[in-house]
C-alpha cells in the first residue's frame, strides 16, 4: 500500500481510490496528513469558489417524525420532546426575513411529519416560490414515494437533502430500526436524481459501530451517486435516546473527511454544518479551511429552536435569525471568507 501522501496525491488526480485505500487513508490519520490533505482541499475550493462562501437559511418547521432512529433527538420514542409544528404563515415569515436579510435558498427541514399532506406541502411550495421567485428552494423531508418528490418538484422545489447515514447494510440496521432500510433509502436518492433535483446527500462521522471500512463505503457510494451537495458532521448524543451513552464522533475526522469529499467532487456544495460548530466553537470555521463552502444559519422562530433538538447543546438556539445571519458573515470574516446573497446553484463541470 503506497503512504498516505501518495494516496492523497492519487485522490487529488483521479477524484477516486479503492475501498482499502480509501480505508489505509481514514484509519492512518495523523495530523501530518490532514494538514497536507487539508492544504489540496482548501486550494481546490478557493480554485472553484474562491473565498465565497454560500449561505442557506434553514427552517426547522416540525420535530413530528414518525421515525425512531437509535440516535436522533426527535425520534418518535422520544416523549419529551416538546412537539411542534410552524403553519404556513410562519413559515413564509421566516422566508421574509430572511429575504430580508440576503438569503436567496430557504431550506424547509422537518421530521417525517405524516400531518402534511402532500396537498399541503406543494401548497406551501408552491406559496414560496412565488413570493420569491429569484430563491432556491430546498427540502428536507425524509422519505416518500417518487410521485410526491415528483408533485414537490413540479410546484418548484430545486434541491433536496437526504443523508444516505450509512452506505453499509448492516451497520445501517444497527442505527435504525427494521421499518427503515438501506434499499428504500438508496432508492429514494435515485428517485430525487432522476427526477432533477439538485441532491444532497451524507452521513453523521463517528456514528456507533462505525469503521474505516463503513466509511470507506460512504465515500464511493457518494462518488457513485455524485451528489450536488454533501453534508457531514460528527456524530453527537442525545440524552434521550437508546444511545445516548455512546461517544461522540471525532471533529478532525469529520474535516478529514470534508477534505476527501472535495477533492473527490471538487464543484460539490458542503456545507460547514452546526453539528460540526457544535463539537468544537470554531468547528465551522475549520470546515471551511478544510474545504467546505457553505453555512446555513437558523431562521426558524427563536421559540421553537430549542424543540428541534437532534443532539445535546446543539448552538444557536437562542439566536434571532438577523444574529446567526451577522455572526456567521464575521465569522468568515475573520478567516477570509466572504458570505454571498447568491442562490448558490451547482454549476456543472464543463460549464465552470
Ligand atoms: N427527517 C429528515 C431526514 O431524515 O432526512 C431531515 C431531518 S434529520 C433530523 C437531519 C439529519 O440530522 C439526519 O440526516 C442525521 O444525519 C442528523 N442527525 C440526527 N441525529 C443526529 C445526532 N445525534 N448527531 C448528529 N447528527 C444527527
Sequence with gaps: MPDKKTLIDTLEMQRTLSKDEFAELISGYNEENAEYLKEKASETAKRYFDNKIYTRGLIEFTNYCKNDCYYCGIRRSNTRVNRY?????????????????????????????????????????????????????????????????????????????????????????????????????????????????????????????QTAEHLAEDLLFIKELSPEMIGIGPYLPHHDTPFAGEKKGSMELTLYLI?????????????????????????????????????????????????????????????EAAECRFCLQNRMKKIGYEIISARGDFVPMQTM
Design 85 to 209: 409544528r410552524l403553519s404556513r404563515e410562519e413559515i413564509l415569515s421566516c422566508c421574509r426575513e430572511g429575504y430580508e436579510l440576503g438569503f436567496r435558498t430557504f431550506v424547509l427541514q422537518g421530521g417525517e411529519d405524516v400531518r402534511y399532506s402532500d396537498e399541503e406541502m406543494v401548497c406551501l411550495i408552491s406559496s414560496i416560490k412565488e413570493t420569491y421567485p429569484d430563491c432556491a428552494l430546498t427540502l428536507s423531508i425524509g422519505e416518500k414515494s417518487c410521485e410526491s418528490y415528483l408533485a414537490y418538484r413540479k410546484a418548484g422545489a430545486d434541491r433536496y437533502l437526504l443523508r444516505h447515514e450509512t452506505a453499509n447494510a448492516e451497520h445501517y440496521r444497527k442505527l435504525h430500526p427494521d421499518s427503515l432500510s438501506l434499499q428504500v433509502r438508496k432508492q429514494c436518492l435515485r428517485d430525487l436524481k432522476a427526477i432533477g433535483y439538485q441532491v444532497g446527500t451524507g452521513f453523521m462521522v463517528g456514528s456507533p459501530y
Design 259 to 319: 477534505s476527501i469529499l472535495r477533492l473527490m467532487i471538487p464543484n460539490a456544495l458542503i456545507p460547514a454544518t452546526t453539528a460540526l460548530g457544535t463539537i468544537h466553537p470554531l468547528g465551522r470555521e475549520k470546515g471551511i479551511l478544510s474545504g467546505a463552502n457553505v453555512v446555513m444559519p437558523n431562521l426558524s422562530p427563536v421559540a421553537v429552536r430549542k424543540k428541534y433538538e437532534l443532539y445535546d447543546n446543539k448552538i444557536c438556539t437562542g439566536d
